[in-house]
């Protein structure tokens, strides 16, 4: 079987880190902008103490802070579109900036030039044909919210939120038929900062105040539900999870029943989002360590009548679990750090690349699931070196082939996949390590780690052998 006709090909890509333009068009700042770069061999900038946030916010050199300066897309969006559109896209899925809409977050009217941005944006994806999907919250949120609530560890922003996503979905609700309430929502749990604008020095009890933070992500996503399947039915809302995949090391029961475990535990908030209630192994953990996030009669109900319509994922790796974890040697996989599998090779960061483990995820998740699933996020973030106008980057059409051939093989299998969005489709700011030099893109962006360079964009190899796949609808992956 082939692809489905209208398969959403495209590309994926999170405001903080193409926008730029942190402080123009009556824009606040946001999370995103007061993290400085980590690197490939120290790793991701995670967190921050309350004081680094508050000399950060204060500090006005963009160069420091690489996500304020992005890849300038705010200002070079047509010719960006224009690019993606010769490859052919069917969809683009990009997040709004929370703090261009409402700068500070919690104003009761929304900044019209950050609406003008989006709508001139949309616009322009509408002349070429190109579907937006929407995540209304990737990674950042105003950091007003950050420093007087403590993020989403404070009820209140669940209004604040509500108000943003709202103003959102009634401006563009003719245009986008995809909402996605946050991304990889799970990240609070690993990056409280970065998920939930949480300042871990600023809780009593770090673990439980990190369970109530993703606790108010969900009613907010529930009510947000609501209110777009009452008032515009025929959109559709979905969830969005990191997924991490693991293998267990051995047939060892002992190894088998650590790997139900941590798979159950990693499934726990799209479990949450599809069935409108916690899983056993979350509750029987709260009682035992005592803490879980209060809950009220009410938001169990919200949650329960308003779950998603979809299931997105991200997934770049994956992991090998075991019994005797601790003693076994290590690496990462987006979110996580966990075993090494030896049948896999490795990005320079350690990211190990399974593009069976892609088929794998979508056959477990489809099964637990029962709804359409869209691959909102998978990509390959590396080193590419631009030699006559160009990057000859091979490694990634291998990546994509094979990553490509094992979704297509998902279908074959039965699993309704309605998506695909090949992450960085452009070269942006790395998430984890705000590097530049770790680069996804079919699109190549003349800008070095220290912010040089002319912002030239260069298409890449990978660049016409993905519009080939998309113009064959996925069968030509030669
Ligand atoms: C996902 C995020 O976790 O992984 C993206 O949703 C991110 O925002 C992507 O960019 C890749 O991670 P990184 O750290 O390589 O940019």
Same mark, same amino acid.
């Given at each position: 079987m082939a692809f489905p006709n209208g398969f959403l090909w495209g590309g994926a890509f999170a405001a903080n880190q193409v !926008? *730029?333009?942190?402080?123009?068009? *009556?824009k606040g700042l946001s999370t995103a902008d007061i993290f400085p770069r980590g690197d490939r061999k120290s790793g991701g900038v995670f967190y921050r103490t309350y004081k680094q946030i508050l000399e950060a916010s204060a500090d006005k050199d963009d160069r420091k802070y690489p996500k304020r300066r992005g890849i300038d897309f705010y200002h070079r969006y047509k010719e960006d579109i224009a690019l993606f559109a010769q490859m052919g896209f069917k969809a683009l899925r990009f997040s709004f900036s929370w703090s261009r809409i409402f700068p500070q977050g919690d104003e009761e009217t929304p900044n019209q030039e950050g609406l003008r941005f989006y709508r001139d944006m949309i616009d322009e994806l509408k002349r070429y044909g190109i579907t937006p999907i929407i995540t209304? =919250?990737?990674? !950042?949120?105003?950091l007003h919210l950050v420093l007087k609530?403590? *993020?989403?560890?404070? &009820? &209140?922003v669940i209004e604040y939120y509500l108000r943003y996503a709202k103003t959102m979905v009634d401006e563009f609700h003719d245009d986008i038929r995809y909402w996605i309430t946050f991304n990889e929502i799970d990240a609070t749990l690993h990056i409280p900062l970065i998920g939930a604008g949480m300042v871990i020095e600023k809780t009593e009890d770090p673990e439980k105040a990190k369970y109530q933070a993703l606790h108010h992500q969900f009613v907010a996503s529930s009510l947000l539900t609501k209110y777009v399947h009452q008032t515009y039915p025929d959109l559709k809302v979905g969830c969005m999870s990191t997924k991490n995949l693991k293998y267990p090391a051995t047939c060892k029961p002992e190894d088998c029943m650590q790997w139900l475990y941590e798979t159950q535990m990693d499934a726990a908030c799209t479990d949450v989002q599809v069935f409108g209630e916690y899983p056993y192994v979350w509750k029987k953990m709260w009682e035992e360590k005592g803490n879980g996030p209060l809950i009220s009669e009410e938001d169990r109900r919200v949650m329960k009548e308003n779950t998603v319509d979809f299931v997105s994922f991200s997934y770049y790796a994956s992991l090998v679990t075991s019994? !005797? *974890? =601790?003693q076994k040697e290590k690496t990462s996989a987006n979110l996580l750090v966990g075993e090494k599998n030896p049948y896999l090779k490795q990005t320079p960061w350690g990211w190990q690349i399974d593009p069976v483990g892609l088929r794998f995820s979508l056959n477990q998740m489809y099964d637990r699931y029962k709804l359409p699933m869209f691959v909102a996020e998978n990509g390959l973030g590396t080193l590419d070196v631009l030699e006559n106008g160009t990057v000859n980057d091979e490694y990634r059409i291998d990546y994509l082939r094979s990553h490509i051939g094992e979704m297509k093989k998902a279908i074959d299998d039965g699993v309704p996949v309605f998506g695909y969005t090949y992450w960085g489709c452009i070269d942006c700011i790395s998430a984890s390590t705000s590097e530049m030099s770790k680069r996804y893109g079919f699109i190549y962006v003349d800008q070095d780690d220290e912010g040089n360079g002319t912002l030239k964009r260069y298409p890449k190899k990978s660049f016409d052998w993905y519009r080939k796949v998309i113009a064959s609808n996925g069968e030509d992956l030669r």
């Open positions: !926008e *730029g333009a942190f402080d123009a068009g *009556g209304l =919250s990737h990674f !950042e949120m105003p609530y403590n *993020g989403w560890t404070d &009820r &209140r019994a !005797e *974890g =601790s």
